[in-house]
């Protein structure tokens, strides 16, 4: 069973500033990971698939890397809509577990 | 566009069975994609409960999978899921999702979600 590590769990940024998101894999997911954003009240969105691959509509300020087991989100310049939960999700394999427990992405 | 709209009851007793329908428009149930059931409690985060394909192929997630079914309704543009025996810890906000072309995991398209309270 795969379990997804995300850190950290709270992460205060200045707007404008750089916000780095980790991700760890228990084991190689290779690049089936996928990222999503999710504001409060709503449901989560679609940010990152492939590990890299931004999905329709993501504004370029967002980005992923990684492969294995050590995966990153970067958002290059934080806005204040960016405020919200972020989830990473390993899809190589089939659950019980598939998400992070998320981080928190807050204004300093 | 895509649209998903989750309906059905909030409250269910133990022991019953959860009942949920995901009402899907702009786009035929019956197409190339998967569609699944994702769920959110504040104890357990978000949880993966199984991913359909029209063709009848389906997902469940291991730990539920004695206790879900999941079926579509074609004419309405429709799929559902059941949860058998409830119990507290099946409370949480229930998703429906259209998932990535050849994917069965990533979501890609959500309804808003629906809140479903297990309690006598």
Known sequence: EIVMTQSPATL???????????????QSVS???????????????????????RATGIPA???????????????????????????????????????????????? | ????????????????????TCTVSGYSISSRYYWGWIRQSPGKGLEWIGSMHHSGSTYYNPSLKSRVTMSEDTSKNQFS????????????VYYCARLKEDSVMVAEYWGQGTLVTVSS
């Open chain 2, 1 to 20: 566009q895509v649209q998903l709209q989750e309906s059905g009851p909030g409250l269910v007793r133990p022991s019953e069975t959860l009942s949920l």
């Open chain 2, 81 to 92: 899921l059941k949860l058998s025996s409830v119990t507290a810890a099946d409370t949480a």
């Open chain 1, 61 to 108: 300020r967002f980005s992923g890397s990684g492969s294995g087991t050590e995966f990153t989100l970067t958002i290059s310049s934080l806005q204040s809509e960016d405020v919200a939960v972020y989830y990473c999700q390993q899809y190589n394999n089939w659950p019980p577990r598939t998400f992070g427990q998320g981080t928190k992405v807050e204004i300093k």
């Open chain 1, 12 to 26: 205060s940024v200045s707007p404008g500033e750089r916000a780095t998101l980790s991700c760890r894999a228990s």
């Open chain 1, 31 to 53: 690049s089936s990971l996928a990222w999503y954003q999710q504001k409060p009240g709503q449901a989560p969105r679609l940010l990152i698939f492939g590990a890299s691959t």
